[in-house]
């Protein structure tokens, strides 16, 4: 099988919708001290991008959590791979995600952020694929809604590959 890839949204079109909600957030933030929760790997390169737009100061903080392995389908089970190395007790706290799908690890790791009650919890995500959603969850801040195709690139793979692309892609498969 042949991994092929076409562009859905490209670099420009991710920058603009970026640097729009940079925007957003510097204005509904002003004069508090905001913190992301990464959710690593795939929120990485959206979590760096959006801080770098956004004027004032952003505190970083990482998550790793577990809901797919290798393929393409969520297990409902949510693995706390690494937790976050400070607490969020009265802390302004946005979770960044490449992507909402299911919404089942958002909404499972969203539940147990609330119980170390923060002084405010939203979530912010790059792409959300609302015909996918089974848990249904809260989404403040969203990029792009797309379809329901197995997207790649800006963080997200396919088997641990394609984070690097500078675009999103759609990944098919065809015979060799
Ligand atoms: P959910 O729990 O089903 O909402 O999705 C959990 C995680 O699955 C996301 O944070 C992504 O890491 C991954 N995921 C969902 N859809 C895609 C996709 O189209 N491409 C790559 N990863 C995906
Ligand atoms: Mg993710």
Known sequence: MVEKIDVLISKEKIQAAIDQMAREIEKEYEGKELHFICVLKGGVTFMVDLARAIKTNVYFHFMDVSSYGYGTESTGNLKILMDL??????????????????GRT?????????????????????????????????????????????????????????RNLDYIGVISFEEE
Do not use: W
């Not at 190395?85 to 299911?102: M, Q």
């Not at 089974?134 to 394609?162: H, N």
């Open 85 to 102: 190395d400070e607490p969020i007790a009265n802390k302004h706290v946005i979770i960044v995600e490449d992507i909402v799908d299911s």
């Open 106 to 162: 958002l909404s499972m790791l969203r539940e147990m952020l609330l119980r170390r009650n923060p002084a405010s919890l939203k979530i912010c995500t790059l792409l959300d694929k609302p015909d996918r959603r089974v848990s249904p969850v809260p989404i403040e801040y969203s990029c792009f809604e797309i379809p329901d195709e197995f997207v790649v690139g800006y963080g997200l793979d396919y088997a641990q590959k394609y």
